[in-house]
Every structure is written in C-alpha cells, then in structure tokens.
C-alpha cells in the first residue's frame, strides 16, 4: 500500500460549547480519492473544516500531512503546504474573469508534484477552456464549481478536500466532475471528498467513510460498501 499522505486521528471539533465531532479518524493515501459519506448535519463539512483548521478543535487528536504535524497551523500554512480546500459554498471571485480567477490561487510550484497550467486546467475542464474571459459572477453554478476547483489546483496540492462537489449542480455537470477526478487521481492528486449519497461517491471513490452524529462509523472499500446493505440503510437512507 501507498504512503498516508493525510493522517487524522481522534480528533473533536466545537461550535462554542457543543460538541460537533467525537473522535474522528481517518486516513487518506497517495493516489487515493477517499469519500466521506453523511447524511445532512453529519459532520462532514466540520471534519473538513477541522482539518483545515478552521474550526476549534479542543486540542484533542493529531493530523499529520505529509508526515508533519498540521494540528495548531494557520489555516494559510496548512494550504501552503500542499493541502488544498475547496468549500461547499463556491467562492469565486465574481468581478474577476476566469483566468483572473485562475491567477489569484497561483502558488510556488512544489517538488514533486503537477504544476498547473492553463492548459493543463482547459484539458482538465474543457468548458472553463471555452470562456476565459467570461466573469465568474456570470457562470453557472456547475461552471463556478469546476473554477472553485481549477483555482485550488493552480496551488499545486499533494491532496484536495473536496465538500460535496456534486451537491447541486446539473447531471452534466455532475459527469465533468467524475471525469475531472478521474484525472485528477491519474495526475497524482490525492481526494477526500464529502457526499450525501452513493451516486456520485461510487463513480470516483477506492474508499468511503461514513459519519454519523460526529462519529466515524464505517470504513472500507467501495466494493464492500456497495455490498454492505445494513451500513448503507443505516447510515445512508433518507
Ligand atoms: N457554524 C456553526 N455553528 C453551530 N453549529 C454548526 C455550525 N456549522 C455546523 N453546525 C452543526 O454541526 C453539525 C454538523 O454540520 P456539518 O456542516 O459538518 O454537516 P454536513 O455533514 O456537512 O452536512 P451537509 O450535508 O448538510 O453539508 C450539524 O448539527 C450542524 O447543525
Ligand atoms: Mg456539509
């Protein structure tokens, strides 16, 4: 097996006094795309968050990246190192053109590791290719989704936190991405994505979690999980 490139162990997250995530571990290796299932209010969002370090963690746990301790970084540092976030509410800057966009997440190019171009992202997500000029604040949803991830790659990032790519946009939409990730990981870009659901999850994923009331509650294969109706009725139905 690979190298645990993201290694989360134990570790609480709090909103003021309550407790959102209760011992949460996980890993993710080189080359892997690892999927965090939930339902809504799961905690999928806040493990992202916590491992980001944006959400007080209450000192409890460790996570290591790329074998060094991350837990008690700023934020900015975290990404600096490689770790890239792209949040669930697409931020794109909406007075900025796309390749501005693009030009804002540009990092120092790291050693081993893919340096972004443009045309690299325009092969990566053909219908950013065709609107360089357009404004963000004039894209679609799906569109703003896609430069929210192509901006986080022109970082040059050993591992993306995806938080749930798929929610909202069109089933076309929804096809770019798999095809994106599916690129993403031949280029050497391990994932951690969030997903509500399968769907999507088990068109990318090697492996899933599944949280629960801020608490790991399964970890396996895909494979297993599509094979695993008790887990999937319990802590994936609707
Ligand atoms: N800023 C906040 N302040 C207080 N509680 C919060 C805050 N953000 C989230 N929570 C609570 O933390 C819990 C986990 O939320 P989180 O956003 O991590 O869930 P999620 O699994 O990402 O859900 P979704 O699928 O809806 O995105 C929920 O109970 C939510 O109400
Ligand atoms: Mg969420």
């Known amino acids: 097996?690979?190298?645990?490139?993201?290694?989360v162990r134990g570790i609480d997250a709090w909103y003021g006094r309550a407790r959102i995530l209760d011992d949460v571990s996980?890993?993710?290796?080189?080359?892997?795309?690892?999927?965090?299932?939930?339902?809504n209010g799961a905690g999928k969002s806040t493990t992202i968050k916590a491992i980001m370090g944006l959400v007080s963690r209450g000192g409890t746990g460790r996570?290591?990246?790329?074998?060094?301790?991350?837990d008690g970084l700023a934020p900015f540092r975290i990404a600096r190192l490689g770790l890239g976030y792209v949040p669930e509410d697409r931020r794109v800057f909406t007075g900025l053109t796309v390749r501005e966009n693009l030009e804002v997440g540009r990092q120092a190019p790291r050693p081993g590791l893919p340096e972004w171009t443009w045309d690299?992202?325009?092969?990566?997500?053909?219908?950013?290719?065709?609107?360089?000029?357009?404004l963000a604040g004039r894209m679609s949803g799906g569109?703003?989704?896609?430069l929210t991830i192509a901006r986080t790659l022109m970082g040059n990032p050993a591992c993306i936190l995806l938080d749930e790519p798929s929610e909202g946009v069109a089933p076309v939409v929804v096809d770019q991405m798999v095809a994106a990730v599916d690129r993403l990981k031949a280029a050497g870009v391990s994932i951690l994505l969030s997903e509500q659901n399968l769907h999507f999850a088990r068109r990318v994923a090697d492996r899933a979690y599944i949280i629960e009331k801020g608490r790991m509650r399964y970890s396996g294969t895909i494979e297993q999980l599509e094979a695993d109706a008790d887990a999937r009725e319990q802590y994936l139905a609707v």
């Open 63 to 70: 996570i290591e990246f790329l074998g060094r301790r991350i």
């Open 26 to 39: 996980l890993e993710v290796r080189r080359g892997e795309v690892v999927v965090l299932l939930g339902r």
């Open 120 to 134: 690299e992202l325009a092969a990566l997500f053909p219908n950013l290719a065709q609107m360089p000029d357009r």
């Open 1 to 7: 097996m690979s190298e645990v490139l993201l290694d």
């Open 143 to 146: 569109e703003q989704q896609m």
